[in-house]
Every structure is written in C-alpha cells, then in structure tokens.
C-alpha cells in the first residue's frame, strides 16, 4: 500500500494512476507503508505508465514480504557497483550504467572473447559492468533473482522476455538508451516465422555495416539450445530463434569451453529437468547479414529461471521450492569465484531474513576465512552448509503467513505470474 499526501492507495485502486500523475516531477514522494513511518520511493515514467520504484539503497529498508525489499548490497555482488558501475538518479527517474565492454566493432580488430580463465573474463573492476554483471543486473531488475510460492509454474519465456525489456528501461549506457541496443528473442511460434524473422532482422540490422566500416554491436540475451560445429567455425543457437545460427570462430569457441565449462556442465547434465542456460553476448551483423559474436558470458538458470552455480545450489533451490519458501538469490555480478557471497537470503523468517551460505567443494582458507567476516559483518541472521562434510541442515521456521491483502485483479501477469505491480 502507498501514502501519496495523507491518502492511502491500494495498487488495485484505478485513482492510483491519477494520484502519481499529479505528483510526478514534483518534490512530493509517495511512501510505502510496509514499515511503521514508511519508506520514500519515487516515480519513474516506463511504457508511459507512472511506475513507483525504490529509492537507491533502500531494498533492506522495506519489510521482508514487500516486493521493494531487496537484502543488503554487500551480500551479493552489488554492493561493490552501486554508485559506481550503477549510478540511479532518483529526481530523472534515470540510471546510467558503466559498461566494461565495447559496443562498437572497428573493422580489422580482433574481438574480445571470454578469456582461458576466469579472470580475463570477469574483471573485479567495480567501476564498470562486465558482460555477466549486464546479465546479473537485468536479471535481478527483471525480479528473476526472487522465488515465492505463488510464482510456481507461471513463468515462461514471454515472461522472462517481457520484464527483461521492461528492466532495460529507463538504461542508459554508452551515451544513448540501453533498450536501443538490446534483443531478446520473441517466442517462437511456426505460422508467424516469417514475420518473427523480419522483426529480428530490422532489430539486428542496427548491428550491421558494410564491408569496412566500423559498426555498432548489439547486446542479445537468449536461451541457448546448441552449441556446435558450423561448417566454418562454431555456432550457438538460440532456442527462440531456430531458423537462425549466430556465428563464432574456432578461437572464441575454445575460451568459452574454457572459461564457462561450469555453466554448460550444469546446464548438460540438467537439461532433461528443466535447467536453462542462458547467453548474453555483444553481437555484429557483417555485409552478408549473418551475426557473428564479439563477446559473450554464460549462466545457468533452474527449471524455475532462478541463477544457480553449482550442483548444491540447485539442490537448495529444489528443497526450498518443495517447502514452499520465499527467497532472494545473490548474483555475483563482476566478483570472481573465489570470493564468497550469500547464496540466497530466506525474506520469510522472523524478526529478520536469514541469509544462507553454500561453502563450495575445496574452498580455500582464504575463502573461509572471509566467508566468516562476511557473516560476523552481516545484520542478518545466517546459515552455513559445507556439502560433503554435512548433511543439509534445518532450515529457519517460516513465519506465519500475513493477513491476506486485496490485490489487483489478475489481468497482466508479471514475473510472479501475479498482476503488474505498481511497486518495485
């Protein structure tokens, strides 16, 4: 529920609208009153429609079971980008994003690629947003880094696409709209190929240039369904866009065998239960129409599209689905493996949500050692599972469900498989 002057609004009210409106570019801003004093938010203009938005750094300042809560930064890989790879400028309703990584292809240069290790790919630079951090951030604007119970099964890839674009909104990067430079595939469906196939190209085509000129590269997020051999080289295929190969050569190939062999391990042996795995990826489109990659990151996701990094954190997505609990998942945007994180923070535990922390196979006692800073340092309560060494332990009690609140009428689903929000 929101306070706009003294009167309060459900999301469902249709005078809700009219009230954002009246105070859009104003110094008045509206309060949700998930908390006793209620936290300012803001108004943002996405699609045309009044949107209220969190003000920076007040995620862990909502309450667990509000949909504007989000755990605190340091606990992910957030914390060292916000402010400076991330800058949200609540008056302007705009946030501006610092990309590592070019989007432009200057004819004759070689392209980047993922690199044999780690650290070649994923820079621990905070000022900038690697290809993966990219990925990570619109994923968890898209809110795909969130699990309830009323989210299973309504998630599909119109879903995932719809809230992707909708995060790219209000983006800016390089000096111009993220959005412009964005593709994700629309669902494919055999009677409109043709059409599907002219709306790609008209969207690709502002990645193409003639034969030696320098072009600009789009950004594509997509589901992959095969990497294999091409004739010449080496291609993915995307799910969504089966009568069309993107192209790399036998170098870029090889580093991302490489340096992604985690991802599509995980994604291999999980297929057949429902695992995804996505690519995104700076794409060219070259004289003859064929795109081509620059660069690109992979990540695995859950039947449920939720990231996940390793075979126990699937695991503990599984479980926690099967209890029924509500969860955030930490992304690790730029930090390296070697730098530990909270796998996910339970937002269904009382006083607090309980932040949940999966020790890796072989971690290091550097790694340790700062794992146990990082939760002496927390305000969280914690959990601690060392697969291999323990069993799974008792999860923190659920606390009692809420007393039910009106919502909206379901009329447009969101990545809950709920009604759009007027909150995020």
Request: with cysteine; charged share 25%; net charge neutral.
């Amino acid at each position: 529920m929101l306070r706009i002057h003294d009167e309060l609004f459900e999301l469902s009210d249709p005078g809700l609208a009219t009230a954002l409106a009246s105070v859009y570019g104003t110094k008045v801003r509206p309060v949700c009153i998930c908390r006793t004093g209620g936290v300012e938010m803001y108004i943002a203009k996405i699609s045309g429609k009044y949107a209220v938005k969190r003000m920076p750094n007040t995620g862990p300042d909502h309450a667990p079971d509000c949909d504007s809560y989000e755990p605190p930064a340091e606990l992910s890989g957030l914390g060292q980008l916000v402010g400076n790879a991330i800058d949200e400028d609540a008056e302007e309703g705009l946030t501006t994003l610092k990309l590592g990584f070019s989007l432009t292809k200057v004819a004759g240069k070689s392209a980047p690629s993922p690199g044999t290790s780690e650290k070649d790919s994923v820079k621990t630079d905070g000022n900038k947003l690697t290809l993966r951090g990219t990925l990570h951030y619109l994923w968890e604007q898209a809110g795909f880094n969130r699990r309830s119970p009323a989210m299973e099964g309504k998630r599909s890839w119109a879903v995932v696409r719809k809230y992707l674009l909708l995060a790219a909104e209000n983006k800016m990067a390089k000096g111009g709209a993220l959005l412009e430079r964005l593709y994700v595939p629309e669902p494919f469906t055999a009677d409109k190929k043709a059409e599907i196939a002219q709306r790609r190209m008209a969207r690709l085509a502002k990645a193409s240039a003639p034969a030696g000129a320098t072009r600009q590269l789009m950004i594509v997020v997509g589901e992959v369904a095969e990497i294999g051999k091409a004739r010449f080289g080496f291609k993915i295929r995307f799910k969504h866009v089966p009568d069309c190969d993107f192209m790399m050569n036998e170098d870029l190939h090889t580093r991302l065998q490489k340096r992604f062999a985690t991802e599509i391990e995980l994604w291999n042996s999980n297929s057949a239960n429902g695992v995804h795995l996505m690519a995104i990826a700076t794409v060219g489109v070259g004289h003859t129409g064929v795109p081509s990659f620059e660069e690109i990151a992979l990540m695995a996701v859950s039947p449920g599209w939720v990231p996940f990094e390793s075979q126990f954190e699937l695991m503990l997505l599984n479980t926690l689905g099967e209890k029924k609990r509500r969860y955030v998942k930490g992304l690790r945007y730029n930090l390296a493996s070697t730098s530990p994180l909270a796998t996910l923070v339970l937002s269904d535990t009382e006083p607090d949500p309980t932040a949940l922390y999966v020790v890796p196979f072989g971690a290091s006692e550097d790694y340790l050692q700062e794992l146990d800073q990082l939760i002496e340092n927390s305000k969280l309560p914690s959990w601690k599972w060392e697969p291999g060494t323990a069993e799974l332990p008792a999860f923190p009690s659920a606390a009692a469900p809420k007393p039910y609140r009106k919502q909206p009428a379901p009329s447009e689903p969101n990545q809950a498989g709920e009604s759009l929000p007027a909150i995020s």
